[in-house]
């Protein structure tokens, strides 16, 4: 009996959990890691504070939390379109576009992970995930490397490079100053604009020996 | 009388501020942010840390400072260089090698810069700085445009691009990690190899039409 209390107990802590995070996670999506306060957070999961805080010791180890389910989340999708079939630079050019575009169309989140001021615990996620994905482009570029699609003097700094340069291009279209002004109408770069000057500037720099053959319209 | 005693205590204070961050910015270069506390600064510097927090609300805002301090200097630097003389693609070759060479010496400063986890009022001023960097960048590449050393679809996202890869590609080679391997003699890629692979990654990726006549060794 002992041990079936428990268990249920242990049950019953994850599902609050878990729809603490689903919520926390809602609240990043709308409004960054500003808008994720532990207050707030209570009020939305119906729970008083003091209960949050036996779930989590505080905003930056949640903030953390929902980092790096929401960053997971995208690596597994870049991942996916990088190992898929066909051409090394097709793949990566393919991989740039959704990433891109994931990011576009969830503005406010995508802005959040790579670049909105938050706790400490956010910023070593950031590092943590960075690595995840310069291991992703490691690999693709070995690739590349041995079917002589790519030439680079070194694949980690290469890589290296890829992840730096896809987060700022990034930053600046996403950032709130630049939702600001497509609301005002001022309409800078597009998607496509931004996607086809990221995708150009990377298949050069690796030394992309031909123009790349994508699907994408 | 009155306005000779507060012109002297405004003299001592900016006095004191001075060497507040003076001593905070050794700190930094010793051990990073994670070594600036507010204690420990009061004790180097011989004040309480009562007094401490009279100049500085608290260590956010002292970081944000050191590191704005830090980063301006970088900034003229890398500007001085990229305004020199010569073939446009020369000056972003010999700026990417200069800084570079500036972040290897002294890297455990350079690391706090780019990418240790810290207080959100110095991810406020990294963005403000990439924002800089970014800006020498767009005018050097509109330069380049204008000359048809480069050719770029969009310039203000190459810039940002650059910004990017030339941080993400000097976080590896500078961060702890790397320093112990190097301490215990596993030596990674040195300064050169970085410096290489960071050169050939930006000109190809600007479609710099000629191999950059360099002066380096």
Known sequence: MA???SATRIDRDLELRGRILARAHARVVEGGFAALTMQALAEDV?????SLYRHFAGKGELAAEVFAQASQVEV??????LRGPGPVASRLAAGLRQFAARAW?????????IAEPVDPQ??????RYREAY???FCRLLEEGQARGEFEVPSVPLAAACLVGAIAESLVGPLSPAARAERVSGLAPDGLQAVSDSLVTFCLRA?????PVQEDQP
């Open 206 to 210: 690796l030394g992309a020996s031909q």
């Open 122 to 127: 956010v910023d070593e996620q950031r590092l």
């Open 3 to 5: 041990y079936r209390a």
């Open 105 to 113: 169309h969830s503005r406010q989140l995508a802005f959040a992970l």
């Open 46 to 50: 119906g729970i008083a504070t003091g």
């Open 134 to 136: 310069a291991e992703l």
């Open 76 to 81: 597994d999708s870049l991942a996916d379109v």
